[in-house]
């Protein structure tokens, strides 16, 4: 679980706003400024990276799995949003899908609201 919560915050390490990009901002500065927002850190090339990392440094196969699923789920959520993401980086296309939802709307807090439940209820029926 830790593993999946620490990898869905990874892709926003290009935004100022981010957790990750406020408690290491001299990366944040770094890798927003070089690329730009949902470029580089939400692409398949920024997945392949991190694969071939946790190879060479082995970490727990949970942890590793939790990280990239984080990751990925991250990638697909913001998929989903008006803005989409640069999914094939370095080719400038960006992938969404039509009449997305706006970031920081209703409709994405209930959306949140309603995975944050799924997933505590799911958690919930495993582990009791």
């Known amino acids: 679980m830790c593993g999946l919560i620490f990898g869905a ?25 070089v690329f730009g927002h949902r470029t580089f850190t939400h692409s398949l090339l920024f997945l392949i990276l ?7 440094f082995s970490l727990p196969e949970s942890l590793e799995f939790g990280i990239m699923l984080g990751i990925i789920s991250h990638i697909v959520l913001d998929m989903l949003t008006v803005d989409g993401v640069k999914l094939l980086w370095p080719l400038k296309t960006r992938v969404s899908i039509p009449f997305g939802v706006k970031t ?21 029926q495993i582990y009791l």
Request: aromatic residues 16%; proline residues 4%; charged residues 15%.
């Open 9 to 33: 915050m990874v892709p926003d390490i290009d935004h100022t706003g981010s957790k990750i990009g406020r408690a290491v901002p001299i990366i944040d500065d770094m890798i927003s400024s």
């Open 50 to 56: 991190g694969y071939w990392l946790f190879h060479i």
């Open 104 to 124: 920081g709307g209703l409709f994405e807090h209930s959306f949140f609201l309603l995975l944050i439940l799924l997933i505590g209820y799911t958690g919930y």
